[in-house]
């Protein structure tokens, strides 16, 4: 009988220090078939491996020992990580089902901001659209718009407006994105 069977057992019979005796044992198997797992699912998946071991072991093995006895009972280490792979299974499913849901989001549609063009095409009808679009995120988020208009307009780098607006440069890329996904919105008639 191995070790981890043995901790199984003693688990399922109330044994208080089984549990954090059983995790650095099963650590490195139960990772790895979390990774195998997550291979499998498309890309776009935010859950790491980590995560979903953490969140399995938690829903295969109460924090209680006591909470254990007589609800969980494997015959054997197989029988566990089949569980394991199981309860793996599930946590992914539930969470594909979460994605799906309007609330979570699950009707947007993702946008590269690297590859959104507001760029003006007709310039005296286009840009009088794009200066209605910037007034409006003006209003909302006058930051933002100031950023737009130093980049779009005076051909600064995100790092120079940065400076000139007294931001740091983190947050003036996360406003910059900002700005141009809202713009390409307008533009779009979105919003």
Known sequence: MSEVTQILEALAQGDPHSAEQLLPLVY????RLAAQRLAQ?????????????HEAYLRLVPKEAAEAAGEQHWDSRGHFFAAAAEAMRRILLDRARDKRRHKRGGGWKRLQLDH????????????LVLDDALQKLAEEEPVCAELFKLRYFAGLS?????????LTRRTAYRYWAFARAWLHGQLQGEH
Do not use: Y
């Open 158 to 166: 995100v790092s120079e407006a940065a400076s000139t607006l007294g």
């Open 28 to 31: 490195d198997e139960l990772r």
């Open 41 to 53: 699912n498309a890309p776009g998946q935010t859950l790491q491996a980590t995560a979903l071991v």
């Open 116 to 127: 959104v063009d507001v760029s003006i095409q007709d310039p005296p009808e286009e840009l």
